[in-house]
């Protein structure tokens, strides 16, 4: 993979790590925000129905305050009226509080008087046991106003006491909370609400997701005028918002996409216009100068940073690299010259990991004529296909064998081996003598000893065969006493042939050491 192609894939894995991290991120972020969102959401719009019932509450205890003033309760309650005037349902104050129950007490808790009256259905209703009660129960806390929910035999009651102020009675009016109640509430707040009765005053608010994610629902417990839990009071919406929290992240992540995209096709032209580009360049060149075994071009970039300075560098490391070629061209023309014009032939061979001979690297000229091959024929086979070696002398370095040339007999010759490293692999110069006119003078050379020897020998035979004549003779001259005048010539003759023996006997002796001499320095 080339840089240009490694550039590229550096970007794309960047880019997608930046996508992919930054969409995990922002995910988190942004749909965790959008959630926390629509929880702040419910959790507002429960406030607000929970402060429009108190809106409610404070409406009717208005009008409850108001009808404590009025004169016939007033007059009723003083004793100076004897009977008090039922007249709420003529005037129509259910339909436009739209109550279900209004109580007038005395003093003592007492009831004066109390209605029921539906007037969606327009009949009267009973009066539940706990409304008729509730001021008699709440007397001893000397309350002033007071607005809650209250549990009845009919249901959860919406109710509102307020004092009458002419005496210490109290008006209350009261609505049932039923689907009716949580209709017009619904419709009042614009939220679709639900009442649960729920008596469980462990139970906290909540806000809880449908299994199909499509509604969030947030629920909070509303507890009686005395303070126990009595029913949980539920919203439910639509997760509208976290769509358009999801819809918000999908462009965001796709604008982040699209960014990351420019972002990488900026960044790749810019660094291919900066490096990749002038590096394909440089390399371009480079590749040109490489099958060049001479050195003599030279690179060149525009510009004046690194990758130009590179460039010089590299006409200095070429330039420096041409000298030295050169300076190795020269070694390697005197080695050739030196190794060619040797008259002894001569290998170069790779030695094998058991020590052993290998093939033939190189041979010089002397060495082809001996084996009768030519170089590239020579080069790569093995030693051992040419070479048998006999015996060598560890003392001296020298072996003993013969060369196997490729026609014609086998050649004796004496190997000298110089070891050594040739690119980190251990290597061997053979340098082969022809010893063949060597061996034969040396064999004429024995025979030559072998027959003065045999010569020398003669001469001591021939010696004694004369000397024993010549004893004879002397031994027949001393028979001839008769003859005294022809004693003394002959026996001077004797004795200059045995003076002569003698010098022959000593010219023996003589021989003898030098034959000894010869034998033992010719071995």
């Known amino acids: 993979m080339n840089v240009r192609a490694q550039t590229i894939a550096i970007i794309a894995s960047v880019s997608l790590c930046l996508i992919a991290g930054l969409g995990l991120v922002s995910q988190g972020a942004i749909l965790d925000g959008f959630a926390n969102l629509e ?92 409304l008729s009660l509730l001021h008699h129960d709440l007397m001893a806390e000397g309350f002033h106003e007071t607005s809650g929910f209250l549990k009845t035999g009919e ?102 996409a699209f960014l990351a995209f420019i972002s990488g096709v900026l960044i790749y032209l810019f660094l291919n216009h900066s490096f990749i580009s002038r590096i394909a360049s440089l390399n371009s060149q480079v590749q040109k100068i490489k099958g060049d075994s001479v050195a003599r071009d030279s690179v060149y970039l525009e510009g004046d940073d690194e990758l130009s300075g590179l460039a010089g560098s590299i006409n200095g490391m070429l330039e420096s690299l041409d000298q030295h070629q050169g300076r190795i061209r020269e070694s390697e023309e005197r080695y050739r010259r030196i190794f060619n014009a040797a008259m002894d032939p001569m290998l170069l061979v790779a030695i094998d990991p058991d020590d052993n001979p290998g093939v033939i690297c190189d041979a010089n000229e002397a060495a082809l004529s001996l084996l009768g091959v030519g170089y590239h024929d020579l080069i790569g086979m093995r030693l051992s296909t040419f070479f048998d070696m006999e015996h060598a002398n560890p003392e001296t370095g020298l072996s003993i064998g013969h060369f196997h040339p490729v026609s014609g007999e086998s050649i004796p010759v004496e190997v000298s081996m110089h070891t050594f490293s040739m690119n980190h692999q251990p290597a061997a110069v053979w340098v082969a003598r022809n010893i063949s006119e060597r061996l034969r003078v040396e064999e004429e050379r024995n025979l030559s000893l072998e027959q003065i020897s045999h010569n020398i020998e003669q001469f001591a035979i021939i010696g004694d065969s004369i000397r024993n004549p010549l004893q004879v003779i002397r031994g027949y001259l001393l028979l001839l006493k008769d003859k005294p005048e022809y004693i003394p010539a002959i026996d001077e003759e004797i004795d200059q042939i045995d003076g002569q023996i003698m010098q022959l006997d000593e010219r023996w002796l003589e021989s003898e050491n030098v034959i000894r001499f010869l034998k033992r320095n010719n071995r």
């Not at 679709?192 to 994610?213: K, M």
Request: aromatic share 8%; proline share 5%.
């Open 39 to 130: 929880e702040t959401h419910i959790e507002e719009t429960l406030d607000r129905v929970v402060r429009t019932i108190d809106l409610r509450q404070e409406y009717l205890a208005g009008y409850a305050l108001y009808l404590g003033q009025c004169d016939g309760i007033s007059l009723t309650m003083a004793g100076e009226q004897t009977e008090y005037p039922e007249i709420y349902s003529d005037t129509g104050l259910y339909e436009y509080l739209d109550i279900q129950y209004i109580i007038v007490t005395r003093e003592d808790g007492s009831i004066l008087s109390a209605e029921g009256y539906d007037p969606r259905d327009e009949r009267p209703l009973p009066i539940p046991l706990e």
């Open 155 to 256: 249901g959860p009651v919406f109710v509102v006491l307020a004092p009458i102020e002419a005496t210490s009675g109290a008006v209350t009016f009261g609505q049932l909370v039923d689907d009716e109640w949580i209709a017009a509430l619904s419709k009042e707040t614009g939220e679709d609400l639900t009442i649960t009765l729920d008596g469980n005053p462990e139970r906290v608010a909540s806000v809880f997701r449908s299994a199909d994610g499509t509604m969030i629902t947030g629920s909070r417990l509303l507890s009686d005028i005395h303070g126990s839990p009595l029913f949980l009071l539920s919203v439910t919406h639509d997760r509208s918002i976290y769509e358009k929290g999801r819809l918000a992240y999908q462009s965001a992540f796709i604008v982040i």
